[in-house]
């Protein structure tokens, strides 16, 4: 393959360069894997409304989000697990959000802890957290700005192809995998260097709690976490909350009318449930609910196209998952870099296309 021209092109290196064991855990689906084919299918299903003879010698693409400037309508999404991809991922994916002026989104269990991530990459950094894991405190001390909380987690979707390849954390190094391993060893060489991914943020030790990183490990959530919890946490938490896996107008509305900052659509790419709408298809009617609050969206999002037209249904910003991890496996930082670039240059030359000169004033501009 010569360079690589869409992060269609970055999955294929992905592919080629990880362990089938690693892809197929950042690629799979749950169940029969619809969802995932639906999250696509609803973007492509969009087309946009071009308006002719209209400036667009100039374009701004930069947003307000969360009170703070933002280079772009776009945000690193919380994704545990980025050292399998490479060691270090969850900084090289922190420090390019931060050079395209974008917030990045660390995950409860992610592989460097969470303050590490602070002092190491600096940018707008908000934190993730799963209902298992209580504890914001750390993410306050450590200046994260907003606290995403995921709520489509209540337990571990079933996602076949993990089933498969005896997918498990900590790794098992079964035969297969090590086959596996051993022939990629451009992979192995930088894991057996920087030692097998750990989940230091709710690591045991002083102050740790060995239960919460048991359930972490085996994807055990507490699925008692309900509106009160949630009614705690807001007190509890002094700056932005945003809450991730919201699918409906109704949940929106309780999550607002309980002080939430925004809402985040998405079906977790597609790895929870098969059965579940495409974020973008309940953008409309989140919208309506909430009136000018933040509304995010994410699953299926391959390219500045697919940003332009969430734009176009009420989203204020997208949230980027497996696309930066393609780059990330492909080519480090730089090619988290190279796929941040890639999304601008798309939205950019879709807002010249269809006669847009500020994705503020994407609002209606959907065809049909
Ligand atoms: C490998 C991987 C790990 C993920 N881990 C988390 C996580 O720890 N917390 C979370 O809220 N969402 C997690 N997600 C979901 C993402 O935040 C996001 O919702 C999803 O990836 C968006 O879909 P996309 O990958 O099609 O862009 C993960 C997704 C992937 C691909």
Request: proline share 0%.
């Given at each position: 393959m010569g360079i690589p021209l869409g992060?269609?092109?970055y999955r294929r290196l992905a592919r080629r360069r990880l362990p089938r064991i690693v892809f197929d855990?950042?690629?799979g689906g749950a169940d029969d894997e619809s969802g995932l084919a639906r999250n696509r299918h609803a973007l492509d299903a969009l087309l946009l409304d071009p308006a002719r003879l209209t400036d667009v010698s100039v374009r701004k693409q930069a947003i307000s989000l969360g009170g703070k400037p933002a280079d772009a309508p776009l945000v690193i999404a919380p994704m545990g697990l980025n050292g399998a991809c490479r060691p270090d991922g969850d900084v090289a994916l922190?420090?390019?959000?931060?050079?395209a002026g974008i917030p990045f989104t660390l995950s409860t269990a992610s592989n460097v802890a969470l303050e590490d991530v602070a002092r190491r990459a600096g940018g707008r950094l908000w934190f993730q957290l799963y209902v298992v894991h209580r504890e914001h405190a750390r993410a306050l001390a450590a200046d994260y700005e907003a606290?995403?909380?995921t709520t489509d987690v209540t337990v571990n979707g079933r996602r076949e192809r993990d089933l498969r390849n005896g997918f498990a954390v900590p790794f098992r190094l079964t035969p297969r995998?090590?086959?596996?391993?051993?022939l990629h060893p451009a992979w192995t060489v930088r894991q057996l260097r920087h030692g097998l991914p750990t989940l230091p943020n709710?690591?045991?030790g002083p102050g740790g709690d060995a239960s919460v990183q048991a359930a972490l490990l085996q994807r055990r959530m507490d699925a008692g976490f309900c509106w009160d919890d949630f009614a705690a946490l807001r007190d509890a938490w002094p700056r932005r909350l945003y809450v991730k896996g919201v699918l409906n107008a109704r949940d929106a509305a309780r999550c607002m009318a309980l002080g939430a900052d925004g809402v985040i659509a998405s079906n977790h790419g597609g790895r929870q449930l098969a059965d579940l709408p495409a974020p973008v298809d309940v953008l409309p009617g989140i919208r309506a609910a909430i009136g000018e609050a933040t509304l995010m969206v994410d699953s299926g999002f391959r390219n500045g196209r697919d940003v332009v037209k969430a734009l176009a249904r009420g989203a204020n910003a997208v949230m980027l998952?497996?696309?930066?991890?393609?780059?990330l496996a492909a080519r480090g930082e730089a090619g988290v870099d190279d796929v941040l670039a890639m999304f601008k240059a798309d939205i950019d030359r879709t807002l010249a296309l269809i006669g847009c000169p500020d994705v503020a004033l994407l609002g209606a501009r959907l065809h049909g």
């Open positions: 992060v269609e092109d855990y950042i690629e922190a420090r390019a959000a931060a050079r606290l995403v909380l995998i090590v086959l596996d391993a051993s709710v690591e045991a998952g497996r696309a930066v991890l393609y780059g």
